[in-house]
């Protein structure tokens, strides 16, 4: 273990956590973000239940990724199997995020995909937001956390849908998490992405009841503006 | 009386109250916060119609819990019979909160119970948030304050609910009231996630009209991770 | 003409069109809120589409009740008129605001009147929050600010409603005023009251489509708490 | 190329672009705001995918009308070619606006022109805000953002509408753009006002789904009284 890296790492996730709550994505000690170091051996994450006006980035919780409390004074967030779960099987995530925002938690509240309506939402998700299955008593009785982990590969490999294209997954009746192959940081700034594409669906949808979905040649183009080898978004592909 | 514990229920008090206004959950002299004594013989309440800008701890008021003003020079809020009927019944609560914030208060209007659709609303509250009946006219023309306690007690025992599993109440066509067994600003955080509750109920209902309830085993599981013996999430229970 | 007294209601003016602004109830150089000397001869009012951020209270304007300019160097409201005449004809107004705040706008554009759905509304509003008639074609064309007035007052008369009972109206189709028999500052207050109370009214509306109206009795008693000889809300009413 | 004016235009540019930041009209690095020369030969742009925290002034990008790269370091917004077709074919326009504002977008979403349900849009869009078409395949798979100029400019030839008279447009499943023939900082004003006038239809036509437009007459009066010979709104016009 790389202290130095794991020091960094601390701070970097510690403010990725309070972005979150500046971008008003949590109330009270509510939501996480975690980051992975580059041996992809250790997790850090916020701790559970402590106050975002209180904590530093001291109180932020290594773990391995079989959920062992490596170094901290603290526990780590409750949702840490879900997250360690995601990072095992998608070697390219670099942060991941679970957030309680509200249009978000509605669409997933009420287990329905988020649908494509527009350009906002094709510039940053692949396709419908998924809403995953119920799970069952029997997971919930067991690894819970785990478990929503697990509800969330199998409908991602079920349905074809790749983690880079999809950073997004709405867990039924629970709530979003996001995630990005750049850093904490940016998987941060995917929820709040998520929120207010979330919110303008919740809108769009009580406008126009009978949309069902933006056309799907946009979408195509306004995904490949932004990602990909001939995305010419941003300042990346600068010749 | 022990004057000093006095003086610091005053200024937790205080605090809670400006907390209040600081989540938006209360404008102009909206709202009320109160705190108990350790004997359960005094109550620290806000004055009425005083404003939160101008409002220092000293403004706050002293009474019995018959409602007998013992310290101050200022009217304590309307609501005060309301509160000291829930502390006279409840040996637990340390804090009582009531506002006017606007999702709750619709809910309220509506005369609906919050249903619980999903894992914020069962992190919190133990079932549906409920919804008191109309008061009589009788109740109302009576001593109302007094009267408006009683419905909510009445609510509670007639469809056995507790008090700490469910620690807020809408009553019809007026509003919120939400108690802590921690503090004053532990219910006014309660405020807070009501409120938040409220809203994404209100969401999910528009997105999906059919919905009733989210999984009961989904319910117990996100109650007991963070209430009882089981309870795994936070810091207290650290081995 | 009282030089001072004119110098200390502009700076009233002045403040309470900023609070205006803070309470988010005017974007850009919109509303306007004006105030009226005590022989009632000279109102001072906000000029004409000038810009929150670099107002001063010099630039407020001063007209006398009918509509000529006394004392600036700006022309003042468009809305001079209306303001003017809800004055002439109400001896105990001394503050009036318009506002184009969303939700009061949108019971206006719908052309409803705001129900009286709780207790939020009674504590300020004696019944549900009246929308006028359309203006005709002839009073649009001919002098259309006075006619707004003219409205107003055949709607109050014939609807035999008191303005200080109901301190607010909706102009169909366009937006809300308010007014005070107090201050200009508690006219500003009332528009922030009466926007919760639309967005309440809102809420209500979708979760409950069949609520016509809170009880008759809850109604008089939350008003009576507040207002006339046996309020005992405040601390005005202190023994 | 005057190099004084250049300066000076980026400085304005800048500002405007941070204006729609701070009006919360764009998170991230969404949206964009150009301004142009005065010989019309030069349009100052938001470089592409910069965040609105770090971006300086220097930062802005030049392009000359047929989208060569003058000045930078940096790429221009992506939508740089909408932007300077719409300033070819309006020779009066000196700004123009594309936002994310998310009842504008909803709208957009929906597919549907934002009704004129009131005085807050007639005073400041000459009729309902009007919705593109969709593009087709082709347009999309071609010069994509030349083509969406393509498509706004159509539409306003094809249904006879006047470019200052209605300075917005639906980019439909896209978003809003606007303009001024005044500044850059006057087309986000603009943007703040859609905004505000797509969410109070939205409002509105979710209390009253069966209204349709507010009367034809208010509509010329609001407009009228703000635009045009006989203008009486603001200062502008003092005799």
Sequence with gaps: MNKEE????????????????????????????????????????????????????KDMVVVDLDNNII???????????????????????????????????AWAQAGKNIPLFGTTHADNFYGPVPCTRELSDEEINGEYEHNTGLVILEHFIKNKIDFSAMPAVLVKEHGPFTWSDKSSKSA????????????????????????????KTLQEKHYSRKHGVNSYYGQSNKK
Tied chains: 1, 2, 3, 4.
């Design 6 to 57: 794991i020091e960094l790492l601390k701070k970097e996730v510690f403010e990725a956590n309070l972005l979150l709550h500046n971008y008003k994505l949590a109330i009270h000690t509510w939501g996480n973000v975690s980051g992975i170091t580059k041996d992809r051996k250790y997790m850090v994450i916020k701790p559970s239940g402590v106050s975002y006006e209180t904590m530093t980035y």
């Design 71 to 105: 170094d901290s004074k603290n526990n780590p967030s409750t949702d840490t199997p879900t997250h360690t779960l995601i990072y095992k099987n998608n070697p390219k995530i670099k942060g991941i995020v679970h957030t309680h925002s509200p249009y978000a938690v």
């Design 188 to 215: 941060v700034d995917l929820a709040l992405t998520l929120e207010e594409v979330a919110k303008m669906a919740f809108f769009t949808q009580i406008i126009n009841p009978k949309k069902i979905s933006a056309n």
